[in-house]
């Protein structure tokens, strides 16, 4: 027993948008735990050139593919992580051999051997190039002296990431 008129559902309110959103953020940032890991040497350039910061979420047990930048564990000092590039793995998926792109500078797979896939901790999804920019004539260290000191290092695994030199 209708009135005749067309009976619309009410519409989602901006607070429900907004709560809905949140939700997902709140879930992707569990589920991958994104953070930032500052790049130190030369063994990444010019892709990552020292001082630039790198946002990394973590592997958790996925593998990575060929041609990833990754965050792993040194094989022989685990208080040191590197950042490098995937260059092959084995067929089970078990073990990766790991490269700089700067050959000349790079302390990686040829010097270390394979690298175990548990020793691989996260993976590089976005690059912020080094600030400020080189093309401004600014020493960036000057400017962490006058600002009482460089940003703070990342703390744990995957965040305070290191790049190894003989």
């Not at 992707?28 to 063994?43: D, L, M, N």
């Amino acid at each position: 027993m209708g009135s005749g008129k067309p009976v619309r559902p009410k519409r989602a309110g901006p607070w429900r948008v907004w709560a809905a959103a949140s939700a997902v953020l709140v879930g992707w940032v569990w589920r991958w735990g994104p953070s930032w890991v500052r790049v130190e040497g030369e063994s990444m350039a010019p892709l990552l050139p020292p001082g630039c910061w790198v946002m990394v979420t973590r592997v958790r047990g996925r593998g990575c593919p060929l041609g990833a930048v990754v965050v792993a564990g040194h094989p022989a000092r685990p208080e040191i992580e590197m950042i490098k590039r995937v260059v092959a793995r084995t067929p089970d998926g078990m073990h990766y051999w790991l490269g700089g792109d700067d050959r000349v500078h790079s302390t990686d797979s040829d010097v270390l051997g394979p690298v175990g896939a548990a020793a691989l901790s996260a993976r590089a999804r976005l690059r912020l190039l080094p600030w400020p920019p080189r093309w401004l004539g600014v020493d960036p260290g000057a400017i962490g002296a006058r600002t009482g000191g460089a940003p703070p290092e990342v703390g744990g695994r995957a965040r305070g990431a290191r790049d190894l030199r003989p």
